[in-house]
């Protein structure tokens, strides 16, 4: 484990955003990872899709501690305890899941790790911050919107959020979720289009993480 539970959420919620990423050729994702850690990205969250995905994270999280030093990586898409103990096992410093298990919080949270369950109402997210949730991720977020958000830190101020599904790379719309009282968001596809992964664009992918970076920072002033 190299970085604690307290290293990893300072980092998510100094920087106000991490990537999510998967890709089936190892070389692909160490590219995104290498672009995303050169415009200034330190959180990474490779996810739990497609056959043998957690060889190629077990590849990616070795690779990145000598070449990525300060990024942290961490896995999404984790559904069960099981496969939490898994990815742990391969270097993951965070997990994170669409959506709240118990049985992956008492996992996670006795290994000293952040997990991030998704919530889609007010009563799961209560049940995942009576279970040691610091930080719980409102999903999917193009279904429940900014109007959500509002309404459940009204009577829940305390509660820590990142919102990932429906989140733009533009200042109007990050504006609106940060306005709304997330504290991070998580960017996937639209961070990283398709066309610019075909063409091997890996300077695009850079400039647009600094853009992005320096937007959340001048939104949150």
Same mark, same amino acid.
């Given at each position: 484990? =190299? ?6 959420? /300072?980092?998510?919620?100094?920087? @106000? ?21 050169? @415009? @200034? ?6 996810? /739990? ?22 990024? %942290?990586?961490?896995? &999404? ?8 103990? !898994?990815? %742990? ?29 998704? *919530?889609?109402?007010?009563?799961? !997210?209560? *049940? ?15 279904? !429940? ?16 959020? !990142? ?20 504290? *991070?968001? &998580? ?21 647009? *993480? ?7 920072? =001048? %939104?949150?002033?």
């Amino acid at each position: 484990m =190299r970085f604690n539970k307290i290293q990893v959420l /300072n980092t998510m919620l100094d920087t @106000g955003m991490i990537p999510v990423f998967y890709h089936k050729d190892i070389d692909v994702a160490k590219s995104v990872m290498k672009a995303c850690y050169e @415009g @200034g990205v330190r959180v990474f969250e490779f996810t /739990n899709r497609g056959d043998y995905a957690h060889e190629l994270f077990a590849e990616l999280s070795k690779w990145a501690a000598t070449d990525c030093p300060e990024m %942290i990586v961490g896995v &999404g898409s984790i559904v069960d305890a099981p496969t939490a103990a !898994l990815y %742990i096992q391969l270097g993951a410093n965070f997990v994170v899941g669409p959506l709240f298990n118990p049985d992956v919080a008492k996992l996670v949270n006795r290994r000293g790790l952040p997990y991030i369950p998704g *919530c889609a109402s007010v009563s799961e !997210l209560g *049940c995942a911050q009576e279970l040691g949730c610091e930080l719980c991720k409102i999903f999917p977020g193009d279904v !429940l919107g900014t109007a959500f958000v509002k309404g459940l830190k009204a009577p829940m101020p305390w509660s820590m959020l !990142l919102v990932t599904g429906g989140v733009q790379p533009e200042e109007e719309n990050l504006k609106a979720w940060f306005e709304a009282g997330v504290n *991070c968001v &998580g960017m996937g596809s639209k961070l990283f289009p398709d066309k610019l992964i075909a063409a091997g664009d890996w300077h695009a992918i850079s400039r647009k *993480c600094e853009e992005v970076l320096e937007l959340i920072r =001048r %939104i949150r002033k």
